[in-house]
């Protein structure tokens, strides 16, 4: 069966302090047609990454403008999710073979948890490739509305895994995509959004928190609050490259020794490869005690990733492939000096030299960094635009008006 997840409600007005009366009120009068709307949400994990968050505040938000909105997960056991691992890596790029095999379980657990989808909807958002052939085993009933909603990069994927794809992705009505330029040039898709994520500036994670508690929060996993603090918050992730932020680390320190590092993940459920990558990171970090390896098993959760980001002298995001990055969005919002990788949606959120800086090998990272514990006043500078940036692009309301948009174009 699939899986209802629990959400708490959300107002809109809630946000008026930060985007405005007029951007409200002007959600408010886009959702009127679409009162009563019937939108189901499915994905592969109620937690533990950046859709999960997402879907946390959007379908409260959507239910609070008068649309019937659920979420709902998918069922999945181990064999499917290291398949649909693999099919996530592949259509990034990566260089991994499509077994039959991997084709047989993929479509096992799609025919399963399409026969158990049930209810009247208006509008199926499907998000990212794991659940993407229920249309093709649900098949089509009355006037519903398929979306699938990608979250990263197939401009260039693996052509094994896309042709193995393609034929249920042509089948919706809509794809949503981050950017353009991550929709693969061959596909034929009846007609394209683009919408990019965005962050809850009300979430416990986002919310402005206190300096002394943000400190009090680090020492309690025995980070030296005095010292000067790096951190990068993702999954343990080869295209995270948790490993070359220890490198970049390693070369800071040779300039700063009293510099310390943290990495921050979430282990989540369709994530069978997080273990492995953990495991070869702490290795990588070997018995440097000013390297904190840290998850949600560790008692991590938003509060603590807030505080991390808070109390951190510099957020790094050193990543190899990026749909978006909403933990940029994160340090961002929250005026933190920035230095992430310029690959796929990080260039729409850091301007470089403007809202952070872009860097593309650890050298140039470790060299932005020191830049940036030496220069102090360049950070608050810097993150004060940053959080401007982020506030009138990157917002839940914001991400809430492009659907209702979307919605009404299908109509």
């Known amino acids: 069966m699939l899986q209802r997840v629990h959400i708490e409600p959300k107002a809109l007005d809630g946000y008026r302090t930060i985007v405005g009366d007029e951007e409200v009120t002007a959600i408010r009068a886009l959702a009127e047609p679409l009162r009563g709307a019937r939108v189901l949400h499915l994905n592969a994990t109620p937690f533990g990454g950046g859709v999960a968050e997402i879907l946390s505040t959007l379908v409260p938000l959507m239910r609070d403008v008068g649309i019937e909105a659920e979420w709902q997960t998918l069922h999945g056991a181990e064999e499917f999710f290291n398949v649909t691992k693999a099919l996530h890596n ?100 009846p007609k394209l959004a683009i919408i990019p994520p965005s962050i809850d500036p009300l979430s416990p994670k986002n919310k402005s928190q206190p300096l002394e508690e943000s ?31 220890i ?8 300039e700063m020794p009293g510099v310390q590092l943290a990495l921050v993940g979430s282990m989540a459920t369709d994530d069978p490869e997080g273990w492995e990558y953990y495991e070869r990171t702490g290795r990588h970090a070997g018995e440097d005690y000013d390297i904190h390896i840290l998850h949600n098993l560790h008692g991590v959760g938003d509060v603590e990733v807030n505080a991390f980001q808070t109390a951190s002298d510099v957020v790094i995001q050193k990543s190899i492939r990026e749909g978006f990055g909403l933990v940029v969005t994160e340090a961002l919002w929250k005026g933190k000096p920035v230095v992430a990788s310029n690959v796929g949606g990080i260039p729409l959120q850091i301007i470089d030299g403007q809202t952070g800086y872009l860097v593309d090998s650890p050298l140039l990272c470790a060299e932005r960094i020191c830049y940036f514990l030496n220069h102090p006043e360049e950070g608050e500078r810097l993150g004060k635009q940053a959080r401007e940036h982020v506030r009138k692009r990157f917002l839940s309301p914001r991400h809430l008006r492009d659907y209702l948009r979307l919605f009404l174009s299908l109509l």
């Open 90 to 189: 592949a259509l990034q790029g990566a260089d991994i073979p499509i077994t039959a095999e991997m084709k047989e379980v993929y479509n096992r657990y799609n025919r399963l948890n399409a026969e158990a989808l049930e209810g009247e909807y208006d509008y199926l958002i499907i998000h990212d490739p794991q659940p993407a052939a229920i249309l093709h085993f649900h098949g089509r009933t009355g006037s519903r509305r398929w979306i699938w909603r990608s979250h990263i990069d197939t401009s260039a994927p693996n052509p094994e895994a896309w042709s193995f794809l393609e034929p249920y992705l042509e089948a919706y009505d809509v794809a949503i995509f981050t950017m353009e330029r991550y929709v693969h040039s061959h596909s034929k898709f």
């Open 247 to 254: 490198d970049a680390y390693r070369m800071v320190k040779g």
């Open 215 to 245: 400190q009090a929060i680090l020492a309690r996993f025995k980070v030296d609050t005095s010292r000067p603090l790096l951190t990068q918050v993702s999954r343990f992730d080869p295209w995270k490259d948790p490993l070359g932020v």
